[in-house]
């Protein structure tokens, strides 16, 4: 019997349809266009289907990634929607937004050839397939009785009510802010992640069955106290949403921003509409970005659709940019501009207290510090002036602290995260679980859904023996 020859490498990832520059830094509409079929099926030929694969150990919501890719690439879409979905509720969100080359993707053994398989961009096709079909029938497992109160319509929340929901428990999600999904509403622009998208994953999970309810807020309209008097378990996963500044003089200056308020101003609110939404956004001329992560991305490239000249001001080299590259290459392709080695120290204000611009150091590189990155030193005498009209802060955000503040017998860390074991959820309040940025502050999308996955099990296990000890 002859052998079957070796399938030939093949190195070249099917590029992504995209909007042209020039094109889309003047709109809202998303970038990436999506795989046609045809694409989609190239790309997902490409995959080795290897007998022991590194992309799936490295998932934070475990999903059999070879399973979904062999259907694609064999023009099975429904099959492939089935495998993925039996793991991850949002895979239309995760497509877009997952960081795919930190972790799948940068674990396929075709990268260190450069060609690994564009696992996000499938996962994006097949979620957005099954999106365009007809609704079909859920089967839904016997009700257990039980019943579970989640604290967030975010990636973490949405992820634990869909896997408690299909084990048969009932679910109310109680979200601060009038619409479901947290930072993927008021954080991430419609370009980058349209909201139509958003509302098709949390409608799926309204058809499995799960309640929502929003503008309700956990520590001010009820306590988790309270909750736990009527359900069995409580999931916190309320989000970072408490931003931080830059320590320096004229903070207080109108035009000054955390990126919180101008990205909800922006998305959530859809003020790039106005006047045809009731949310105004001021249209400035020249915009600083202070930051370098995906979150001053976002800012900087939304400011450039707004008409300004937009300026990321980054204390680090573009080398160490957190930012995904993909990102970076975008915002470059716009016209987003770069001021790199830089680091601001004073807003400086007009007689009417607007800011007129930064004051700011160079900087040089020096040794790694404990991220690994080099640390950034101030050049003595380098001080100079940019002169900006408006200033966002992108440097990161903690949990808010109401929940922390009307729940005083649950273990806070010294950032004002809540403490929870990192492979169940469990906080040192019996009967609550915790997961997502309200734990580790702000991190990935993915990363929260992880978490939400880990403490689902947890719930189960709890809701299946709740005699068993905390």
């Known amino acids: 019997m002859a052998e079957t020859a070796p399938k030939k490498l093949d190195l070249q990832r099917r590029p992504m349809p995209k909007q042209e520059p020039e094109v889309r830094s003047q709109n809202f509409d998303e970038v990436a266009l999506g795989y046609t079929p045809e694409l989609a099926m190239e790309e997902a030929r490409r995959c080795l289907m290897c007998k022991r694969p590194q992309c799936v150990p490295h998932c934070p919501v475990e999903v059999d990634i070879p399973g979904f890719i062999h259907c694609i690439a064999e023009g099975d879409f429904s099959g492939g929607v089935r495998i993925l979905k039996g793991k991850n509720a949002l895979p239309s969100i995760c497509g877009r937004v997952c960081p795919q080359e930190e972790q799948c993707e940068g674990s396929c053994v075709l990268a260190k050839r450069g060609g690994t398989i564009a696992i996000g961009r499938l996962e994006r096709f097949l979620g957005d397939w099954a ?27 949405l992820t634990v009510a869909a896997d408690l929901v299909q084990l048969g428990h009932e679910v109310v999600i109680y979200e601060a802010l009038h619409k479901m999904g947290g930072v993927l509403v008021y954080g991430i622009p419609e370009f980058r992640l349209p909201k139509k998208t958003v509302e098709t994953e949390v409608d799926y999970l309204r058809r499995l069955g ?45 035009g000054v921003y955390s990126a919180n308020e101008y990205l909800t101003r922006i998305n959530l609110m859809k003020g ?79 007689d009417n207290g607007w800011v007129k611009g930064l004051e700011c150091i160079r900087m040089e590189l020096g ?26 802060h992108a440097i990161g955000n903690s949990p808010n602290p109401l929940i922390p503040a009307t729940t005083p017998d649950i273990e806070i860390g010294r950032k004002g995260n809540i403490v929870a074991d990192e492979a169940t959820g469990k906080t040192s309040k019996p009967r609550v679980w915790a997961g997502g940025d309200v734990v580790t502050g702000a991190a990935t999308v993915i990363l929260a859904m992880g978490a939400g996955r880990k403490a689902a099990r947890s719930i189960h296990e709890y809701l299946s023996n709740p005699g068993s000890e905390w």
């Open 367 to 392: 040794e790694p510090d404990a991220s690994g990155r080099r640390s950034p030193m101030p050049v003595e005498g380098s001080e100079y002036f940019l002169p900006f009209d408006a200033v966002i």
């Open 131 to 157: 999106s365009a079909q007809e609704q079909q029938s859920i089967d839904l497992p016997t009700p257990t009785g039980k019943r579970v109160a989640v604290i967030g319509g975010g990636p973490a929340g």
């Open 272 to 350: 790039f509409s106005f006047p045809k939404t009731i949310t105004p956004v001021r249209e400035h001329q020249r915009v600083a970005v202070i930051g370098g992560g995906n979150v001053a991305m976002d800012c900087a490239r939304s400011a450039l659709r707004l008409g300004a000249r937009s300026t990321i001001l980054y204390r680090r080299s573009r080398d160490e940019l957190p930012a995904r590259l993909e990102e970076v290459e975008n915002a470059e392709e716009e016209g987003v501009e770069f001021s790199f080695l830089t680091l601001p120290t004073r807003c400086v204000g007009d």
């Open 210 to 254: 799960v309640e929502m309810k929003p503008d309700y807020i956990v520590g001010k309209t009820r306590t988790i106290d309270s909750l736990l008097e009527e359900f069995d378990a409580v999931f916190v996963g309320a989000g970072a949403g408490l931003p931080w500044f830059s320590e320096m003089p004229g903070n207080n200056l109108n």
